[in-house]
């Protein structure tokens, strides 16, 4: 019914950019609150990253001050706008969106993940 497809990952050198994008379709009433999460090799997924509708945003304290989460609404699109990149962010990146339906049925919905390597 929805579907969360993201894009943007790659390899980067240590100090460098990234952006993600992350664009949700399907049968979409409204979406609430979008996120990014991570998933590093033998770590457990963690939360990056979330804004509300509205525009509030929340980090994780481990990217405060270098990544920035921005949404555009008319296009059902989620950004993270990843900065100054360590190799400690090198992770499998999640994006995932709390959708109303427009059957009005509300579903947690993710992405299947986009890779990040932070290397030199």
């Known amino acids: 019914q929805v579907q969360l497809v993201e894009s943007g990952g790659g390899l980067v050198q240590p100090g460098g950019s990234l952006r993600l994008s992350c664009a949700a379709s399907g049968i979409i009433y409204s979406i609430n609150t979008m996120g990014w999460s991570r998933q590093a090799p033998g770590k457990h997924r963690e939360l990056v990253a979330s804004?509300?509708?509205?525009?509030?945003?929340n980090y994780a304290d481990s990217v405060k001050g270098r990544f920035t989460i921005s949404r555009d609404n008319t296009k059902n699109t989620v950004y993270l706008q990843m900065n100054s990149l360590k190799p400690e962010d090198t992770a499998v990146y999640f994006c995932?969106?709390?959708?109303?339906?427009?059957?009005?049925?509300?579903?947690?919905?993710w992405g299947q993940g986009t890779r990040v390597t932070v290397s030199s």
């Open positions: 995932n969106a709390g959708v109303t339906t427009r059957n009005y049925q509300y579903t947690d919905s």
């Open positions: 804004i509300t509708r509205s525009g509030s945003t």
